[in-house]
């Protein structure tokens, strides 16, 4: 009795140092994440108080591209001609040889006679179809008379050579040999290699097919990147002639473009920016003479950014009109990368009329700016690798000072701190009663309130240094960078925490003895009492009794598949929480890497790690564990926590498996990516915008293709005998709503939430890509998807048709939706309405016409050919195709019906 009095001592004075205000624990928790950041976000908003907005007097294709994501929407503007250049082109004079000219020979790099150590085969990229990878030079190769070190090597057939990758890499700032449908997948043969010696960096493209004409033979062909900045072409195999491969897939050229970018403040988001590309100059070959063994030389002519001060820039008698800006110390035609800056240093004014002797006259005013200010080179390269197979790796924890003058953390411990005397006056009652609780239930009024609420998880989570990366969010206008950076106003903590007081004297196993009879729930409470007691609380958590007791195993326990006794599940989500107290102070990386540690022997966590998936509800254990754990992140930290599972997990290494080989040709790996990615990361959160959240990260590397299949098989209809993703199901036979509600409701997801990775037009084209997924669906199943999508995505997906004059796919659509509607027994009045919608999108009135006229045809032509269908009928279809025909037919009538209400009405009011 004596020895457990001396205990509640010890506890009671640990815990009223526990409720003064801890200075260091918030440096400590401050040293987190957030850094990477500020170095991109900066970059933005720098950009931001300067946008000229003076560039459209350029009439060229234009893309432009929303900042917040990484998306690109594609502006259609009326394309006046991009100027193309022939022969003489002002910045690149092309020589051609042809097949019997030596020099085509010469000029050919035999990467196989090379020294092999220089040489390296692209494993993606010769493995895949539409995919690019970023590489760096091990020189600067000057481009368009930019120094560049990074470029991004694509199947297609060329080089990308901006730095911020879009979907649209074949639009412009491109080194393309022979940009075509290349599928590199197709064959083993079939190489992407490059060699790099230091003076020539060369890509081939190596037997690789066309899509789809396998069978014409294989293309043989490199570019080579000269350090003097000539760009070599050579082609060893064209097998067939090139005006002859098809451009409906894919572009089909040959040749150099390169473009600027410009940030403009979006109309519609006011604090966002768009961001658009602007060619300047692009170089045609003539496809004709892309022959075998022929050659194509381009040999850089001097452009005005080679000259480095006034007088050789004005006495430059080159094809442009070079002017020196003295502000920025550049001289250009003002068509080059740095055109915004070009315009936002009013270069372009400065110009007019000056002489170099008139800028020798204002020192002073030279001395200002920094021009070593390169605009696009740091910021924009930062945030475009995230596209990448190659970069999903985590980024690193750069150290920041939290404190933004120090208000942050106060004002956020001010509530907890204000309350607590009262309480403790309180508290020493009861804890003389029963002595163990007493900890309990001082760590309780620590959080004052109770602490699974979200108002708690929200205390606990806005740890001191997100305040700078959020309070920079909220005004983007206005810079607060300086706010981010060490700023020498480090406190040191007078009160040196690291100490557990008169805890010391407590030995270790007593209070492992201790944390035995705690709850799990109480166990995290206790452990943000202080820093020392959560390191012991770690350390409890590593010996072998604490995880056999808190690393619960029987996730196979056959009563759980019904999931209402979720015991299990509620010991996770308890776990999580203790989990995210404990490792509270540490960076995030740091915690995820304990966290992993801890939890690596679980082998049902793992990817591959359980026997019989289907059975075990380990995956789900383990995704509530870390929604709890992650609840109340910010996007960054969970975009961290999203690289660290794919790291640990090849996540990403497997989906390219999946997505790139033939459906159904992988079953046990759809199934476990499939899994994984719901019970882990998308099903069971509360709130939909972080299930949005995740299936972003999830979708947003892959090109559109990979993303419909990936959706496909995370969310498509599944055979309910061995949970296997069913292939054939929209192809061969009209299916019900179970199947596609997954599909549906995930496109909603997208949709609704309005994250802003994903604009309509992106949620739309997926719609699109996912109706041919693994071949076209049948029109009913569409219709059907459109319809349990919602209105919008209906009414938008509808719209964008019209919009683009596909009339007759228009009219079949409207036909199954009425189809579905009438054995759906939906109103048809819904059918009419969307119909009637759609009409309003056609401008002139000789469209709309076209378009009911077509409507009326479609269920014509639909009725013709399910009566055909019912007529050729052989036996076991006999009954369906019938069905399916009075369904139609009767689904015409209802439409018409609803039709001829509706002008009577409007006729009769
Ligand atoms: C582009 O062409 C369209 C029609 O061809 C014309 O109306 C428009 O003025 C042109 N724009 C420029 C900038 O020349
Ligand atoms: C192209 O330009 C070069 C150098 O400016 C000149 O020597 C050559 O004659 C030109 N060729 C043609 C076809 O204009
Ligand atoms: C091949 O290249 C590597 C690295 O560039 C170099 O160390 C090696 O000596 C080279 N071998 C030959 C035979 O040139
Ligand atoms: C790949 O190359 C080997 C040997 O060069 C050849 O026998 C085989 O037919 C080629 N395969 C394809 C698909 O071209
Ligand atoms: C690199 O390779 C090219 C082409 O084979 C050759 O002309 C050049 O001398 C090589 N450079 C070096 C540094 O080996
Ligand atoms: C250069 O300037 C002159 C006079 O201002 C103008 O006539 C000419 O078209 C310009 N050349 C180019 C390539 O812009
Ligand atoms: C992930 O892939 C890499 C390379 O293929 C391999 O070395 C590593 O062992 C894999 N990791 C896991 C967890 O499968």
Same mark, same amino acid.
């Given at each position: ?12 004075? =640990?815990?009223? @140092? ?84 030596? %020099? ?10 090379? $020294? ?131 451009? #409906? ?14 940030? $403009? ?9 768009? @961001? ?28 005005? !950014? ?18 020196? &800006? ?30 170099? =002797? ?27 690798? #995230? ?13 920041? $000072? ?10 956020? !411990? ?32 620590? /959080? ?26 909220? *005004? ?92 299990? !599940?509620? *010991?996770? %989500? ?23 540690? /801890? ?84 099903? *069971? ?45 929209? /192809? ?47 029109? =009913? ?9 919602? $209105?919008?995505? &209906? ?28 054995? =759906? ?11 009637? @919608? ?22 014509? &032509? ?48």
């Amino acid at each position: 009795m004596r020895a457990e009095f001396w205990l509640l001592v010890l506890v009671l004075r =640990e815990a009223a @140092r526990a409720l003064s205000p801890q200075p260091g624990a918030g440096q400590d928790a401050g040293q987190g994440s957030g850094g990477a950041t500020q170095g991109t976000a900066w970059g933005w908003n720098r950009r931001a108080g300067e946008s000229p907005g003076q560039v459209s007097e350029l009439d060229r294709t234009q893309l432009s591209q929303d900042l917040g994501g990484g998306t690109l929407a594609i502006d259609k503007l009326p394309d006046n001609g991009t100027r193309v250049v022939e022969d003489n082109h002002s910045y690149y004079m092309s020589r051609l040889y042809g097949p019997s000219e030596p %020099r085509s020979q010469e000029l050919w790099v035999d990467v196989t006679k090379a $020294n092999q150590s220089q040489v390296k085969v692209h494993r993606i990229l010769s493995n895949t179809h539409r995919q690019a990878s970023r590489v760096v030079l091990s020189f600067d190769f000057p481009f368009y008379g930019h120094p560049l070190r990074q470029i991004t090597i694509a199947t297609g057939g060329f080089i990308f050579m901006g730095d911020v990758v879009h979907r649209m890499l074949t639009a412009t700032q491109y080194v393309a040999p022979l940009m075509a449908n290349f599928n590199p997948g197709y064959s083993d043969n079939s190489t992407v290699a490059y060699f790099d010696n230091g003076t020539v960096f060369v890509v081939q493209w190596d037997h690789v097919y066309l899509q789809g004409r396998e069978d014409r033979g294989s293309f043989t062909f490199q570019a080579a990147l000269h350090q003097d900045g000539r760009i070599v072409f050579s082609y060893k195999e064209i097998p067939i002639p090139v005006l002859e491969i098809s451009s #409906s897939q894919h572009p089909v050229k040959a040749g150099l473009s390169d473009a600027f970018m410009i940030l $403009n403040p979006s109309p519609d988001v006011p604090e966002s920016r768009r @961001r658009t590309i602007f060619e300047y100059h692009r170089v045609e070959l003539d496809p004709s003479k892309v022959t075998s063994t022929s050659a194509v030389e381009f040999t850089p002519l001097p452009t005005c !950014l080679q000259h480095r001060s006034c007088d050789a820039c004005m006495s430059s008698d080159l094809t442009f009109n070079c002017s020196w &800006c003295h502000v920025l110390q550049r001289c250009s035609s003002g068509f080059d990368r740095y055109r915004q800056e070009w315009l936002a240093y009013g270069c372009a004014q400065e110009a007019e009329g000056r002489t170099c =002797e008139d800028f020798q006259d204002e020192d002073s005013y030279s001395s200002s700016p920094d021009s070593s200010f390169s605009p696009f080179d740091a910021d924009l390269t930062t945030t475009s690798s #995230s596209l990448f197979i190659d970069s999903l790796t985590t980024e690193d924890d750069t150290k920041v $000072n939290p404190y933004a003058g120090g208000d942050g953390l106060q004002s956020n !411990l001010a509530p907890k701190t204000t309350g607590s005397p009262v309480h403790l006056g309180t508290i020493v009652g009861i804890v003389l009663a029963v002595l163990l609780v007493a900890s309990i239930i001082l760590a309780g009024i620590y /959080i004052n309130g109770h602490p699974t609420s979200n108002a708690a998880l929200f205390f606990i989570e806005r740890r001191p240094h997100h305040w700078p990366a959020m309070k920079f969010r909220n *005004h983007p206008s206005h810079s607060t960078y300086t706010e981010v950076e060490p700023s020498g106003q480090e406190k040191e903590d007078s009160q040196p925490l690291s100490t557990l007081g008169n805890f010391k004297a407590l030995p270790v196993e007593i209070f492992q003895i201790i944390l035995k009879y705690l709850s799990v729930k109480d166990i995290s409470m206790l452990s943000m009492v202080s820093k020392t007691v959560s390191q012991h609380i770690i350390n409890y958590i590593s010996t072998s009794s604490g995880s056999k007791r808190l690393l619960l195993q029987d996730f196979h326990d056959p009563e759980l598949p019904d999931r209402e006794d979720t015991t299990i !599940l509620d *010991h996770y %989500r308890s776990l999580g929480l203790l989990f995210k107290r404990c490792t509270l102070l540490l960076p995030t990386k740091d915690r995820l890497k304990y966290i992993h540690k /801890i939890l690596a022997d679980v082998s049902c966590f793992k990817f591959n790690g359980c026997a019989s998936p289907l059975q075990c509800v380990g995956l789900l254990c383990y995704g509530i564990f870390l929604q709890t754990l992650t609840a109340g992140w910010d996007e960054l930290e969970c975009h961290r926590v999203y690289n660290f599972l794919c790291e640990l997990t090849n996540l990403s290494r497997k989906m390219q498996t999946a997505v790139c080989s033939k459906p159904g040709s992988a079953r046990k790996l759809e199934l476990r990516i499939r899994l994984f990615c719901r019970n882990v990361l998308l099903d *069971h959160w509360i709130h939909r915008s972080d299930s949005a959240f995740w299936l972003t990260c999830i979708l947003k590397p892959w090109p559109m293709v990979n993303q419909a299949r990936l959706l496909y098989i995370i969310f498509g209809p599944i055979s309910p005998q061995d949970g296997q993703v069913v292939w054939q199901k929209m /192809i061969e036979e009209p299916t019900d709503e179970s199947c596609l509600k997954g599909l549906a409701d995930a496109i909603k997801l997208l949709y609704d939430t309005g994250t802003k990775e994903w604009t309509a037009d992106d949620v739309i084209s997926l719609v699109d890509e996912l109706s041919v997924v693994p071949r076209e669906w049948l029109l =009913e199943n569409n219709a059907r998807l459109l319809i349990l999508s919602g $209105n919008n995505i &209906c009414f938008t997906f509808m719209a964008s048709k019209a919009v683009n004059g596909r009339t007759i796919e228009l009219a079949r659509l409207i036909v199954f939706l009425a189809l579905v509607c009438e054995k =759906e027994l939906y109103c048809m009045d819904w059918a009419v309405k969307m119909m009637q @919608r759609v009409c309003k999108v056609f401008s002139t009135p000789v469209e709309r016409n076209n378009f009911l006229q077509s409507v009326a045809n479609a269920f014509a &032509c639909a009725i013709m050919e399910m009566l055909q269908s019912v007529m050729s009928g052989d036996g076991d279809d006999d009954d369906r195709s019938f069905m399916n025909l009075f369904h139609l037919v009767q689904a015409q009538a209802s439409f018409h019906k609803e039709v001829l209400y509706l002008t009577m009405n409007v006729l009769s009011s």
